[in-house]
């Protein structure tokens, strides 16, 4: 009578134990399945944002070859500087400081609502802009 | 129409399993306040990246539970 008591009992806390160990068992696939949801709406907004950021600069060339367009058919109806020259001068900036030259002399910008716009410090635009007016003034005068 | 909102990740996941579109839209919903708070640019949210997310995490449960389907 004992061991059958005993036995039951024994069946008991296998059972207890089993489902204890399922539930757990479920609880760590909830979590894993948690986890790897924020892992891929974490990736996916990285490399959404990153697509955004590559498109708005891209935007920005394009609107600064636009300009640059707008620039030349503005040159060829005055005597100085002449197309080609302002053509050259040009292509000598990097895209980044095209966009820089535009943003600060066609919209009007500050140095400040520059950096913040491109995701950067105002102490970079001040440099690129040095280095693009240089680079112009080096090429115009030769 | 069934409410999805008071069942456990777990029973969303088995139901999932058996194809069921209202468990995806719901794993969705519960995972929008997230999605949103990493589509961030400069601390505002970005409607277009939270979007893109959105579409990228759909397509990801699709080929975690529905592997056999062509998307």
Redesign the interface.
Same mark, same amino acid.
């Given at each position: 009578m004992l061991c059958v008591s005993l036995f039951r009992l024994n069946l008991r806390f296998l059972k207890w134990k089993w489902s204890g160990l399922k539930e757990v068992k479920?609880l760590d696939?909830?979590k894993s399945?948690?986890a790897?949801?924020?892992s891929?709406? %974490?990736h996916?907004?990285l490399?959404?944002?990153r697509?955004?950021k590559r498109y708005r600069e891209r935007m920005l060339v394009h609107d600064v070859d636009m300009f640059h367009g707008s620039i030349v058919e503005w040159t060829s109806r005055d005597t100085f500087p002449d197309q080609r020259e302002w053509a050259w001068m040009f292509e000598l900036l990097s895209g980044r400081e095209r966009i820089i030259i535009k943003l600060l002399y066609i919209h009007g910008y500050s140095q400040r609502e520059t950096a913040c716009l491109l995701?950067t410090t105002q102490q970079k635009i001040s440099i690129a802009h040095r280095h693009a007016i240089e680079t112009l003034r080096e090429a115009w005068l030769g | 129409m069934m409410d999805y909102s008071d069942i456990?990740?777990?029973q969303l996941?088995d139901r999932l399993v058996q194809c069921d579109v209202q468990a995806l839209e719901e794993?969705l919903s519960r995972?929008d306040h997230?999605?949103l708070s990493?589509?961030k640019? %400069?601390g505002e949210i970005?409607e277009?990246?939270a979007q893109?997310?959105r579409q990228?995490?759909l397509i990801?449960?699709q080929q %975690?539970f529905w592997p056999k389907e062509k998307f």
């Open positions: 479920n696939n909830t399945f948690i790897w949801c924020k891929v709406i %974490r996916a907004a490399n959404a944002i697509d955004h995701h | 456990s990740f777990e996941c794993i995972f997230y999605i990493q589509s640019i %400069r970005d277009d990246v893109q997310v990228a995490f990801a449960l %975690r």
